[in-house]
C-alpha cells in the first residue's frame, strides 16, 4: 500500500517516534523505499554553533544526529535514503513532500496546545493542511 514513505526527523524523541512508527508501516511489505528529510534551517540554529562550524561540518553534525534513526530501518531491512534540505522546516516538508509525491508522509507532533500552536505555528501542523498525500501525526 506505502511504497515511498516520507518520513520528516530531526533528532528529538518525537521524531524517533514518528519513525517508529514508519518502520512498522514499512515492514509490512516488501518493496519499499522510505526517505528521512532534515531540514536545516540556519535562522533557528544556535549562533555559536553556526560560527563554530563550516556549513560541511554542521551538516555532517545534524546527519549524525539521524544517524541513530537509519538504523531503525535498516536493521529491519528497509532501503533508506537521508535527505538534507535548507529552510523553513514546515514549508519546505510540504514543498518536497508535494513534489515528490509520496504515498504517506509520518511526521511527529510536539503536542503543542491550542494556544502555544496559534501563537508559535506548529510545523506539524502546517505539514498536515498543505500535503497532497495521507499525512500521519505521532504524538
Known amino acids: 500500500m506505502y511504497k515511498?514513505?516520507?518520513?520528516?526527523?530531526?533528532?528529538?524523541?518525537?521524531s524517533k517516534r514518528a519513525a517508529s512508527h514508519a518502520v512498522?508501516?514499512?515492514?509490512?511489505q516488501s518493496d519499499v523505499h522510505v526517505t528521512l528529510l532534515y531540514v536545516l534551517d540556519y535562522d533557528k540554529t544556535s549562533p555559536d554553533l553556526v560560527q563554530q562550524l563550516t556549513s560541511e561540518e554542521l551538516h555532517e553534525d545534524r546527519r549524525n544526529k539521524?544517524?541513530?534513526?537509519e538504523d531503525m530501518f535498516v536493521s529491519k531491512g528497509i532501503h533508506t535514503e537521508i535527505k538534507?534540505?535548507?529552510g523553513d522546516a514546515?514549508?519546505?516538508?510540504?514543498?518536497h513532500a508535494?513534489?515528490?509525491?509520496?504515498?504517506i508522509v509520518v511526521i511527529g507532533s510536539r503536542g503543542l496546545n491550542?494556544?502555544?500552536?496559534?501563537?508559535?505555528?506548529?510545523?506539524s501542523h502546517k505539514v498536515a493542511k498543505r500535503v497532497h498525500s495521507p499525512?500521519?501525526?505521532i504524538k
Do not use: C, K, W
Open 4 to 14: 515511498r514513505i516520507l518520513v520528516a526527523v530531526d533528532g528529538s524523541s518525537h
Open 24 to 28: 512498522f508501516l514499512a515492514s509490512t
Open 66 to 69: 539521524i544517524l541513530p534513526i
Open 84 to 86: 538534507l534540505l535548507h
Open 90 to 95: 514546515g514549508p519546505v516538508i510540504v514543498e
Open 98 to 103: 508535494n513534489q515528490e509525491n509520496y504515498d
Open 114 to 123: 491550542t494556544l502555544q500552536e496559534m501563537v508559535l505555528g506548529s510545523v
Open 135 to 137: 499525512v500521519l501525526l
